[in-house]
């Protein structure tokens, strides 16, 4: 089991950026995988971004490509998700989300993914 945090949301305008944190901590190995969601409200949870733990894999869903990056500092046993340009329908909660192994094909699908954290609001005024 993977215990998990996350840190980091907020209210901004359109335009600024936030940057996302998850601390994990439990089972953390090379092949697990942790990805952010996000769920507005009246809406399904959102697939945003997924990487390796292990490193040399990342997966970032469209609707967000260009703007938002995930990456993982293994020292602290955190991925971020770095926001910049951000915009009103990116409003939700965001989930930060752990899988076992890591699989580019299911990293997208929430169903996959066993434990899950908190999550953290983000709101973007326009």
């Known amino acids: 089991q993977v215990r998990l945090v996350e840190s980091g949301g907020g209210l901004v305008q359109a335009g600024n950026s936030l940057r996302l944190s998850c601390a994990a901590s439990?089972?953390?190995?090379?092949?697990?995988?942790l990805g952010w969601f996000r769920q507005a409200p009246g809406k399904e949870r959102e697939f945003v971004a997924a990487?390796?733990?292990?490193?040399?894999?990342?997966v970032v869903a469209d609707s967000v490509k260009g703007r938002f990056t995930i990456n993982r500092d293994n020292a602290k046993n955190m991925v971020h998700l770095q926001m910049n340009n951000l915009k009103p329908e990116d409003t939700g909660v965001y989930y930060c989300a752990a899988i076992l192994v890591f699989d580019i094909r299911t990293a997208s699908r929430a169903n996959a993914y066993g434990d899950w954290g908190q999550g953290t609001q983000v709101t973007v005024s326009s």
């Open positions: 439990g089972r953390t190995f090379s092949r697990l995988g």
């Open positions: 990487l390796r733990w292990g490193g040399e894999s990342t």
